[in-house]
């Protein structure tokens, strides 16, 4: 049914900058980019041949209902998402309007932070792999019988590298990021993702979602100001656990991409690199209806009912 919508690669008239796991990133002008979310979808770190319906536009709208909420308390890069708002700043984008409409966000142009900031507040994945075999995180040391799942308190800052595509990202230390950026900015990375941590968790919560973790990317734009930049506290971004389902000492199902786990999984030939196995279009649609129930599970609104938010139109 929604087939012949759904987006595996966007193709528009302007310079793609970068083809990402799911953004396609073009340049709109010098200070701003468009950026576009396909429907491609990810399992094991490999992306798969078929996309699934509406899963970019519950991303980028997912992102929008965020910032708005955040942009009291810091700076971020959304211009608009509005697509009235996107057209007449750039008026030029109105002929390719359908092939980026709602799953879309015009952003100022930044220089990324090699660093991505993950904060996590509950163990789990890599990091309970870590603390298993050696009884840390990021190598600094953990209390000790954590259990699975197990929630952390504090949250902690467990900062990795940003790998290039088709590599894993390596977990680094707090002092390695002050190598890398110094002391100020590595501080501020981390003061800025624990806190908007705390507040998307708190949310969450409010919904029945546990926000396990979460990774956030920070950019300079040309005079230098750091702004949040990217996709944020979306369900690619973070483990969504469903609260009513949550116990501690085992591992959770996530709320978007279990079916999909869970068909591969049951596979035996196929080694989880690429190429990908074709998903059978049942499972295709349930993982299009978890994205859709997460979104209306966390705004409280339908996802085609959904009105994006107006951003404070620079000048
Ligand atoms: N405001 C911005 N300025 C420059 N680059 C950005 C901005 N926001 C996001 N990006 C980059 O755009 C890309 C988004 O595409 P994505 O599919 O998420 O890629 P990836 O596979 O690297 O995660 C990321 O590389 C991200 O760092
Ligand atoms: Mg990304």
Not at 27 to 37: I, Q, R
Not at 191 to 210: D, F, H, W
Not at 227 to 252: A, C, H, M, N
């Amino acid at each position: 049914m929604f087939e012949d919508t759904a987006v595996l690669e966007s193709e528009l008239d302007l310079p793609l900058l970068h083809r990402g796991k799911v953004r396609d990133v073009y340049e709109v002008d010098e200070d701003t980019l468009l950026m576009v979310a396909s429907d491609r979808v990810s399992a094991f770190d490999v992306v798969l041949s078929q996309p699934i319906p509406n899963k970019g536009e519950v991303l980028t709208q997912i992102t929008a209902w965020w910032l708005k909420q955040l942009e009291r308390h810091l700076e971020h890069h959304l211009i608009a998402v509005d697509p009235d708002a996107i057209v007449r700043r750039h008026p030029e984008l109105a002929a390719t309007r359908q092939a980026w409409v709602r799953r879309s966000m015009l952003v100022t142009r930044t220089n990324p932070i090699l660093v991505e900031c993950v904060i996590r507040g509950y163990i789990t994945g890599s990091a309970w792999k870590e603390y298993r075999q050696s009884g840390t995180l990021a190598n600094e040391p953990l209390a000790d019988g954590l259990r699975e799942s197990e929630h952390l308190k504090p949250p902690i800052f467990s900062p990795s590298t940003k790998a290039e595509q088709g590599k894993h990202d390596e977990n680094i230390t707090f002092g390695q990021v002050v190598d890398l950026l110094g002391s100020d900015l590595a501080g501020q990375l981390r003061e800025l993702s624990l806190e908007t941590y705390q507040y998307g968790r708190k949310v969450a919560e409010n919904s029945g979602i546990i926000l396990a973790d979460t990774k956030f990317e920070f950019g300079l734009d040309h005079s230098g100001k750091l702004l949040l930049i990217d996709e944020v506290l979306t369900p690619d971004s973070s483990r969504f656990w469903p609260k009513e389902s949550y116990e501690v000492g085992r591992s959770q199902p996530s709320l978007d991409k279990q079916p999909i786990r869970d068909w591969l999984d049951a596979l035996s030939d196929w080694d989880k690199s690429p190429p990908p196995p074709d998903l059978p279009a049942e499972v295709v649609q349930a993982a299009a209806d978890r994205y859709e129930e997460i979104f209306q599970r966390l705004t409280g609104i339908q996802l085609a009912d959904f009105q994006p938010p107006h951003f404070s139109e620079p000048q």
